[in-house]
C-alpha cells in the first residue's frame, strides 16, 4: 500500500497535493517552510476532521501564533486544554495526511553564499522562503516518485507575497525540464499551482500548525531527530547551499542551451522549401 492506496489502473492519474506555510521570516535567524504532503482525497478527509475540530473548540480560524500567545479564540485557555487541542491535531494529521516536510535555511548563512555568487553567470538568488520551497519541491517529488513514479504534484499555499514568489519560482521550475539536475529534476511532476485566501481551506491552517510546530522542534534542539518519524526534515548548510546553487545556474544553462539549439533548427517547411 503506497501512502495510504494500493497502486492500480488508476495510479497513472494520482494526484498528490503539498500544503505550506512559513515561519521565522521575523528576526528569528533561521526561516523554515513546512506542511504536508498527501492526495486529493486524503486532503479532503483532513479538512473536514479539522473544521470538526475546530468547531467543537470554538475556534473561528486557528493561528498558530495565537495559539501560543494565548490571544483570540485561545484567550484564558489553560495548559490542559492546549495540551488537547494539539493532541488531536497531532491525531487528525497522522491519521490523515502520509508525510511531513520542513526545510529550514539560516539567513546569514544563505546571505553569504548569495553573496560569493552574485557574480557568476546566470546566478539568480531566491529570497529564503523562495529558496525553501525550491528544496521541498524536489524532496517531495523525489519521494514520491520512488513509489508512484507517474504521479502528478501539486502545491497550495496562502495567498501573499510568499505565494506569489513560490508561483514565479514554481513556473522556472517548469520550464527546466529535460535537465538532470536536482533543481530541475521531476519537473515533469508538476500539474497545479494555487493560492488561497486565508481560512478558505482548513489544511492550510494545518499548514500553519506544522511550521510552528518545526520551529519548536528547531529550538528545541531535536528538528533533525526522528521525533517525527513521517516527517522529513532538512537544514541547509552552506556546503549544500553551494552545491545547489551551482547546479541551478548548470540547469538555466541547459534550459538557454535547449532554446538555442531549438531556435537554429530549421522548420519542416523550410526543409521542403529548400
Known sequence: MLFGFLPGPDTVTAIFSVRLDEV??????????????????QWSDLEQKWDRLM?????????????????????NWGDLKCRNLIK???????????FTIAVAVEK??????????????????????GLCFRVIRFLVCQKIAKQVPKAKVQFLLEQ???????SVIYEDIRRTIGAKYRPAMYAEMLNGFASSAKGQF?????????????????EAGHFLSTKRGNQISMLMDEEFLT???????KAREHRRAHYINSRSKPSSSDEQAS
Open 243 to 249: 552545491h545547489w546553487h551551482e547546479d541551478m545556474i
Open 88 to 98: 488531536a491535531q497531532e491525531k487528525a494529521i497522522r491519521n490523515c495526511i502520509p
Open 202 to 218: 482548513r489544511s492550510l491552517e494545518a499548514a500553519d500548525y506544522l511550521a510552528g510546530r518545526a520551529m519548536e522542534d528547531f
Open 108 to 129: 546569514k548563512t544563505h546571505a553569504k553564499v548569495k553573496k560569493a555568487m552574485q557574480n557568476i553567470r546566470h546566478f539568480k538568488a531566491d529570497s529564503d522562503y
Open 160 to 166: 501573499g507575497p510568499d505565494a506569489a514568489d513560490a
Open 55 to 75: 468547531k467543537s473548540k470554538g475556534i473561528g480560524i486557528f493561528h498558530k501564533c495565537d495559539f501560543d500567545d494565548r490571544k483570540g479564540d485561545f484567550e
Open 24 to 41: 521565522g521570516k521575523d528576526r528569528r535567524p533561521h526561516v523554515i517552510v513546512a506542511g504536508g504532503v498527501g492526495t486529493l482525497e
